[in-house]
């Protein structure tokens, strides 16, 4: 497995498909986030906006492998290993951006409350922005794991679907990723820092769930 990953982040990097997420992602913070601004809430923020971008990544990877390459990898490995290091390989980009907005954030961000005078300790602060990020892209990466092949094939649907389900699990208050960035903003009102582990810990059974159910479907047209 592994190895497989390798392989798929290679292609990520070599097809170069990676650099529209990257720059709707750099474009988000640098409009969201500004200089002397409370830190939560600027940890908040990139931690949400990174949630669609690691949708984005992850149809990327999924599509981004020539048909017969992908049969021959399938032919060796098995459909099931093939996919899932597709999809690993879109989570640990996400979480790459996501690890270097925090710290963009940490760099820049005021290590205040939202009151301006109440101090926040500032490494408690970027662990709690880095599990909220963690969060948010392991629901964006479930999304785009439903909305790709081989679940959705056609980008026709798939594209729409992958929007609109970036926005439901950014809104929806059930939604883990919604929780970990609204537990960031609320600790910025009370100048406390609390890491959203119980969201954290269910982005992973929702994330596993999608990608089960992605890998199955792999499996049975493989």
């Not at 609204?182 to 269910?202: I, K, Q």
Request: aromatic content about 4%; overall charge positive.
């Amino acid at each position: 497995m592994p190895a497989l990953v390798c392989y798929q982040t290679a292609l990520l990097l070599r097809s170069r498909r990676w650099l529209p997420p990257l720059l709707l992602y750099t474009a988000a913070l640098l409009i969201g986030v500004r200089g002397g601004e409370p830190v939560l809430d600027s940890l908040g923020y990139a931690a949400a906006v990174l949630l669609p971008v690691a949708a984005w990544l992850t149809r990327v990877c999924v599509t981004g492998e020539p048909g017969a390459a992908r049969w021959c990898a399938a032919a060796v490995a098995g459909p099931v290993a093939v996919h899932l290091a597709s999809v690993l390989a879109a989570l640990l980009a996400s979480t790459a951006l996501g690890t270097a907005g925090a710290a963009l954030v940490a760099a820049v961000g005021d290590p205040h409350g939202g009151d301006r005078t109440t101090p926040v300790p500032l490494p408690p602060a970027v662990a709690a922005g880095l599990a909220a990020a963690f969060a948010c892209a392991l629901l964006g990466t479930a999304v785009g794991a439903l909305c790709s092949r081989p679940l959705l094939r056609g980008a026709g649907r798939a594209v729409p679907a992958a929007v609109l389900g970036s926005v439901a699990a950014l809104v929806a208050p059930v939604s883990p990723a919604n929780a970990a960035a609204a537990a960031l903003v609320e600790g910025s009102r009370t100048a406390t820092v609390a890491p959203p582990l119980l969201p954290c810990a269910a982005a992973v059974v929702v994330a596993a769930a999608a990608v089960a159910a992605a890998c199955a479907a792999a499996a049975r047209r493989g």
